[in-house]
């Protein structure tokens, strides 16, 4: 089935079988690896990307579902002259990862948090990131990268 | 973990969708926001020949008032529900059970309507939807029916859809005046979902006395169930603590609660008792004030 989508603001299209998932699709088809995989059973999160502008599990969508979609992953977050976002450089700045397999995933949960509720109490940071494992650091180096990038941001929602 | 093959279809409209699951009956599986039905394909505990997609049913997103109910239009998403205001003021069961929901992520895909045809015994929905008395809207080709939602939950997974309908809109009661409620879940750590579950809805007399009581009860069994009773201990009697305690004891009378690795059949029980006495309590606490 031929679907049409925008990723990070480039616009795609492409023939897909119904089966594939979307975060096959972004990693196999558009090349964008910075989607992980890692339960694949949407309990993990590490699939998060943004669609439409909701936080969503791509393990647990299909690409065709996608049809028509503004998609954002990882990639999409950095500006073209390799600036990182403000979550990327919050992460970088209170050392928000170890591995870093789950942190793509946190960031994006993290940036629909930030655009429902620019200014997020930790209980609330905590509370938007039940759908995102990490198994290295415990959660207390990401919950102060999220509240270094909302700071830096200062309240704004992009 | 990748599904088995399927034939694919996405209708634009609820005409064009019934047309198609009427033509295609048992080989077709309707999938909404698909956070139960292809997690099943996926482990291929489910491989139907076709799949009918009602994402773009525009006309199934909506939360609106009608006449002291509100209709819900099958495809609302929970964070849709969740952050409703007309729910949170005129049906805050609702909009609490939805946040208790798996996590942000699932509660953007996930709809109230493809969690109510899925049946999942440990699903949250279905308590409240027996606490409200909820009424279903079943369309299909041949035209549509409602369902009451005692009459909804048929068993393990199972429900009184027939192959061919496709469930549309949810009416509940908006909450009366003197009236509270509440839900309250004992969340399975890993997968969110409800362990036990109780959903209650209260009203009393001026005098203070339960006038009716509603407690819906979702995770023990097989299928979501009212704890009728506690309901009959409750009705026209005062809501001392003492009485809340012995007739939340029944919450699990005459059901044989599941048992896995988790939590035992016995704890199941035990814990039914305990969460339909702490929703008790809070919904009272809701009425007074």
């Known amino acids: 089935m031929n679907i049409r989508v925008r990723i990070n603001g480039a616009a795609r299209e492409d023939e897909v079988e119904p089966r594939l998932l979307l975060v096959h699709y972004l990693r196999d088809v558009a090349g964008l690896t910075g989607t992980h995989i890692g339960c694949e059973t949407s309990i993990c999160g590490a699939c998060t990307v943004l669609m439409n502008g909701e936080a969503v599990k791509s393990c647990t969508l299909l690409a065709v579902q996608a049809d028509g979609a503004e998609i954002t992953t990882i990639e999409g977050l950095t500006a073209e002259d390799g600036r990182l976002h403000p979550l990327q450089q919050g992460f970088w700045e209170e050392h928000g990862l170890q591995c870093g397999f789950c942190t793509p995933g946190m960031i994006l949960a993290a940036h629909q948090l930030l655009s429902r509720n620019p200014r997020p109490s930790r209980s609330e940071i905590r509370r938007a990131l039940e759908g995102n494992l990490c198994r290295c650091t415990g959660y207390q180096h990401i919950v102060k990268a999220i509240e270094w990038a909302a700071e830096k941001m200062g309240g704004s929602t992009s | ?289």
């Open chain 2, 1 to 289: 973990m990748i599904p088995e093959p399927f034939e694919y279809h996405a209708p634009h409209s609820l005409a064009e969708a019934t047309r198609l699951a009427s033509e295609l009956g048992e080989q077709a599986k309707l999938l909404a926001g698909g956070h139960s039905l292809l997690p099943m394909m996926k482990l291929r505990l489910a491989a139907p020949r076709h799949v009918i997609d009602l994402g773009h049913l525009q006309e199934l997103r909506y939360i609106r008032e009608a006449e002291e109910k509100i209709e819900i239009g099958a495809l609302a998403t929970h964070f849709q529900i969740e952050s409703s205001a007309l729910l949170n003021e005129k049906c805050p069961l609702l909009a609490d059970t939805a946040r208790e929901i798996g996590d942000p992520q699932v509660r953007n895909r996930g709809t109230l309507g493809g969690s109510l045809a899925h049946a999942d015994p440990a699903g949250d929905w279905p308590a409240a939807m027996l606490a409200l008395d909820a009424e279903l809207q079943a369309v299909s080709a041949q035209g549509e029916r409602w369902i009451a939602a005692r009459d909804f939950f048929v068993g393990l997974m199972s429900t009184a859809l027939a192959p061919g309908e496709i469930l549309a809109t949810i009416r509940v009661p908006t909450l009366p005046a003197r009236s509270g409620d509440a839900y309250f879940k004992f969340r399975h750590p890993a997968s969110g979902f409800a362990v036990v579950g109780a959903a209650v809805r209260v009203k009393l007399s001026e005098a203070g006395h339960i006038e009716q009581v509603a407690i819906g009860v979702t995770g023990v069994g097989a299928k979501a169930y009212r704890a009728a009773d506690v309901e009959r201990e409750l009705v026209g009697k005062s809501p001392t603590a003492r009485r809340l305690v012995e007739a939340a004891a029944h919450a699990a009378d005459g059901v044989e609660p599941n048992a896995d690795l988790f939590a035992s059949a016995e704890y199941r029980h035990h814990l039914a008792a305990v969460y339909v006495r702490q929703a008790l309590e809070r919904a009272l606490e809701k009425a007074r004030a």
